[in-house]
């Protein structure tokens, strides 16, 4: 940010306390994501992460004061922490619930994926990066969350068969 802003590491550091705003909402988004489900979660929480890559990738094209700058970027940040939160709650949840008598196994398995995944997207970021810098970089993001979303929507088409599948089945099963 120095480079582009003029600004130090400080103010880039601040971002992190931004951040932490994030894991102060699990509770309310654990409640929620048990009302709702954990499907209704990730939908809203992937489409938190979309918004805040729309708006941080759209901060570097305002023609705007530096201030203004520093705001959209921490708004960006934000609204991009509650959605990864969220989404890291949701899968957890269902995940979770599998087999309940697992749950040590299953969150060590999660975990490790989810972190495997972190470093992929780390280094795709920096190549990213290296060649196309910012748009790069905000790109590679909307295009991954796209993809899981692409997914997402797939699996609740799935889901709904599955459903009315076991529905039909239980109805044959009480007919008879």
């Not at 894991?23 to 992460?49: N, Q």
């Not at 940040?77 to 749950?103: K, M, Y």
């Not at 992929?120 to 295009?143: D, E, I, M, Q």
Request: a positive charge; aromatic letters at 8%.
């Amino acid at each position: 940010m120095e480079s582009h802003f003029g600004l130090g590491s400080g103010v880039v550091g601040s971002f992190g306390i931004v951040g932490a705003v994030g894991a102060l909402i699990a509770p309310m988004v654990g409640k929620l994501t048990d009302r709702h489900g954990s499907r209704w979660g990730l939908s809203l929480g992937m489409s938190l992460v979309v918004f805040s890559y729309v708006i941080l990738w759209g901060s570097v094209k305002l023609h705007v004061s530096i201030a203004m700058h520093v705001v959209a970027i921490g708004v960006g940040v934000l609204i991009l922490d509650v959605g990864q939160q969220i989404c890291q709650i949701a899968n957890q949840t269902r995940i979770l619930g599998l087999v309940p008598e697992a749950r040590s196994r299953l969150n060590t398995v999660y975990m490790t994926i989810y972190f495997i995944g972190a470093g992929v997207g780390s280094a795709l970021a920096t190549v990213a990066w290296v060649h196309w810098r910012w748009n790069g970089v905000c790109g590679l993001a909307l295009g991954l969350t796209t993809l899981a979303a692409l997914w997402h929507s797939v699996g609740s088409s799935r889901n709904a068969v599955e459903h009315r599948v076991k529905v039909e089945m239980e109805e044959t099963i009480f007919e008879a």
